[in-house]
C-alpha cells in the first residue's frame, strides 16, 4: 500500500504541465523505480518529491541539457539512446534500495554532464532560411515541449517584379536557399495582368518536377502574376510570386528612333550627360550700365543711319562761278 502511494506520488509530478528532455525520453515507470529510494540526509526520511525536484534541476531546467538536445531532424532517436545508457543503469542499482540524496546528487549530475557532452556532437541543424517555407530540414528538438521547432515561416513568398521587352524570351525560376525533398512535385500557375497572391486568382498552367518555366516568344498577354508551387507528399512546401511586366515593342522601337534623333542633333554625334537635377540657368542678367550703353549705341547708329540717308536724298546744287563760265 505504500508502495503505491510513493507510485502515485511520482505520476502526479511526472504529469504535471511542464515537460522536460527527462521527461521526453525516460519512461514514467523507470522514473518512479529511479526516486521511489530517496532518502533526505538531513532527517534520514525518503522523499520522492526531493528526488523529482532534484531532477528538475539537474535535466529538466538546465539550460545545457536543453540546447545540447537541440538536434536536427531524426536524431532525437539518439538522444533518448545517450540518455537511457545515462540513466537506465542507474535505475536497475537502485531499485528497491534506499539511498541518501548526496548520492543521488552526485549520479544524476554525472548523468548529466554525459548527456550533454555526447549530444552535444550529435549533427546541429543549418537553421532557417528566411522569409518563407515550411523548412523541415531547419527545425530542431525542443526538450522543453518534446517536439520539432519549425520555422513558423508563411507558405507565401514576397512578389517579386521581372520586366522583359515583347517578343523576348523570359525564364522564371522557383528556386528556394534551403534544401528541398527528392519526390517534390511543382505546380505552375497564372493570374493574367493583375498582381496579386489571391490563389482564387490563379489558373493552373503545368503540372511536373520542371522548377524552370520557360516562354519562348513573350507578348502583352504574358503579362500577369505567376505562382509557383512546391509539394512534397501532399504537403506544401513554399510558394513562389512573380510578377511579369511586358514592354511593348512600338515603345522600345520609339526610344532607339529618339536616341538616333538626339545623336544626329549634337555635335559629333555624341549625346551630352543627362543633368541629375534640372538644369539651372547660366546667364545672368546684364548691369543698368551695360544696358544704357547699348541703348544709346542703338539710338546713335540710328541717328547716322538717318543722316546718310538725308544727304544722299537732296539734289546736287551747282556753284556761281561754274555759271557765269558757261555763259562766257
Known sequence: MCKFAVWLVCVSLLLSPSLSCFQCF???SDSARLCMGHILTQHNVRNVDACFRKLDRIFNNNERVIEAGRVGKGYDKQLKEILDAEILPVVKEFDGKENKDTVYEERLQTAADN????????PRVSGCFPPCGFQSAGAVYNCVTCKYD???FPLDCPVKDVKVMENSRSQLRCEVPFSLPHDIEVIWRFAEEVKTQQVDEFKEVTVGDDRLYSIPVTSLHHQGTYQCEIYSGQHSIVRLYYYLTVTPQVVVGHTEL?????LSLLPGGRLLPAPAAPPRSSILPPSPLLLTLCVTS???LLFLSF???YVSSSPEQTSPTKEDDSES
Not at 548527456?115 to 550529435?122: E, G, N, Q, T, V
Not at 529618339?258 to 538626339?262: L, P, W
Open 307 to 309: 543722316g546718310v540717308l
Open 298 to 300: 542703338l539710338l546713335l
Open 258 to 262: 529618339q536616341e538616333i534623333f538626339d
Open 150 to 152: 519549425s520555422c513558423e
Open 115 to 122: 548527456f550533454i557532452s555526447s549530444a552535444s556532437k550529435l
Open 26 to 28: 525516460v519512461d514514467l
